[in-house]
């Protein structure tokens, strides 16, 4: 095998065990740089895209865009970045760089956003990566690797909205889900001044959400607990998948407050509440290059720290697994002990 191949953990077809795949070093372009990872965290993104569940991926795939590693090379034209510096990349590694939003800076918005997945060509779950050098960022000198692996996608899709919609101390902000995201969303929201109301279909969790942050926790299936919060909130960010109750949610939002999705529920509910009170129903996508750089600096400063279990690289499919089963608690790091890591 040659210096210029690379090891990464690849699924051959939709809905496969990942398998070690070896393949040619990516080309550098003028604007890329190549990152030798050491650390890569396991979202339910890359599970969508190994099921390929949109339809837009191509196999074999190798998924992983939570990822801490050193710069190995850099393009004629990067600036900013020199090897052997620590550096972190989260879910969009480059944009077309010419439509409408991303000239407005907010690249996040692209029109090729299909396209700007770290994992095109392939992403983190192996030894080397190459993206756009405009997407890597250097990172806080002592802040742990597997921190910020998990802040470059979950961090940043929390952070974005929160720091729009709520940041204050007078806001009153409802956290649907204590998971993955809604963890640190609790933590975010208490940082920026907020009022946090935690709201979870867990009743083991309350004493976990208070320690985090959360002011007061609330269990989704309690009608006297939810009926306490009718026209509290002021937003009402939901980091929860699949049915959520939305009935009983819509109540809990003042007149005129705002609903902020960004994971994936199933929209399915009676309009009448959501037009009579004039509520509004907003989804957040990742977050532009400044909003993540303030966005690290901010967790640094106020320790923000997910809850993450390392796993090595090699055991990928197991901890597909677990995040699958809804057994991660919260976020898995995988650490690369992947053969000939740091090509």
């Known amino acids: 095998m040659s210096a210029s191949t690379i090891l990464g953990y690849a699924a051959k077809s939709p809905g496969q065990p990942l398998e070690l795949l070896g393949y040619e070093a990516p080309e550098l372009g003028d604007q890329d740089v190549r990152v030798s990872v050491s650390h890569c965290g396991l979202c339910y993104s890359d599970i969508h895209a190994i099921d390929d569940d949109y339809g837009v991926f191509i196999f074999p795939f190798v998924g992983g865009h939570e990822i801490v590693g050193y710069v190995s090379e850099v393009g004629s034209a990067v600036s900013g970045l020199k090897e052997g510096e620590r550096v972190g990349i989260g879910w969009q590694g480059r944009s077309c760089g010419s439509c409408e939003w991303c000239l407005q800076g907010e690249v996040q918005l692209c029109q090729e956003i299909a396209d700007c997945g770290t994992w095109t060509p392939y992403g983190g779950f192996s030894s080397s990566v190459v993206v756009d050098g405009r997407f890597v960022y250097p990172l806080p000198d002592e802040m742990p690797a597997e921190v910020a692996a998990v802040l470059l996608c979950a961090g940043i899709t929390v952070y974005s909205p929160l720091r729009t919609y709520a940041a204050g101390p007078d806001k009153k902000v409802g956290i649907v889900g204590v998971g993955g995201l809604g963890h640190l969303a609790i933590q975010f929201a208490d940082a920026l001044g907020s009022e946090v109301t935690a709201i979870s279909s867990s009743p083991g969790k309350k004493e976990e959400a208070l320690a985090l942050g959360a002011d007061r926790f609330v269990v989704s299936g309690d009608e006297a607990g939810m009926k306490e919060l009718d026209y509290y909130l002021d937003l009402l960010l939901c ?68 809850q993450i279990e390392l796993m090595p690289m090699s055991q990928v499919n197991e901890a597909i697994r677990r995040v699958r089963e809804n057994k991660a608690r919260y976020r898995i790091v995988l650490v690369n002990d992947t053969a000939g890591a740091g090509a």
């Open 239 to 306: 980091t929860a998948h699949g049915d959520v109750d939305w009935e009983a949610l819509l109540m809990t939002v003042k007149k005129r407050g705002r609903i902020v999705l960004i994971g994936f529920p199933t929209m399915d509910f009676n309009p009448t509440d959501l037009v009579a009170h004039e509520l509004s129903i907003t989804g957040s996508f990742l977050g532009s290059r400044p909003v993540m750089r303030e966005m690290l600096s901010f967790a640094q400063a106020h320790g923000i720290t997910p």
